[in-house]
Nanobody, 125 residues
Framework: QVQLLESGGGLVQAGGSLRLACAAS????????MGWFRQAPGKEREFVAIIRRTDGATAQANSVQGRFTISRDNAKNTVYLQMNSLKPEDTAVYYC??????????????????WGQGTQVTVSS
């Protein structure tokens, strides 16, 4: 079992930046891919970015390409999401996810086994 704990959400003006962190504990070796998804009110949960534990390969959604960067610190079992040039449409609850995924990339929520409780990101215009 893997436990995920997010931090770093908050309220920011459009154009601003936030950095999210996701600390993993437990059987972290079973989570070969970790990433971020988000869910806005009335919408389905959607893929944001993922990173592979072994070689650091990443994938991002087109909507955040060039603005968001995912990174990892394996020694700390922590994954980060640096969000720059934030837009009001980025407002959502951001969830950290992990899974023992062998094929790459996997961007659908149901493909992930472990989830954090979520952290709210609100971008004001």
């Amino acid at each position: 079992q893997v436990q995920l704990l997010e931090s770093g959400g908050g309220l920011v003006q459009a154009g601003g930046s936030l950095r999210l962190a996701c600390a993993a504990s437990g059987r972290t070796s079973s989570s070969s891919v970790m990433g971020w998804f988000r869910q806005a009110p009335g919408k389905e949960r959607e893929f944001v970015a993922i990173i592979r534990r072994t070689d650091g390969a990443t994938a991002q959604a087109n909507s955040v390409q060039g603005r968001f960067t995912i990174s990892r610190d394996n020694a700390k079992n922590t994954v980060y999401l640096q969000m720059n040039s934030l837009k009001p449409e980025d407002t959502a609850v951001y969830y950290c996810a992990g899974g023992g995924i062998t094929q790459w990339p996997r961007i659908r929520p149901y493909e992930y086994d472990y989830w954090g409780q979520g952290t709210q990101v609100t971008v004001s215009s």
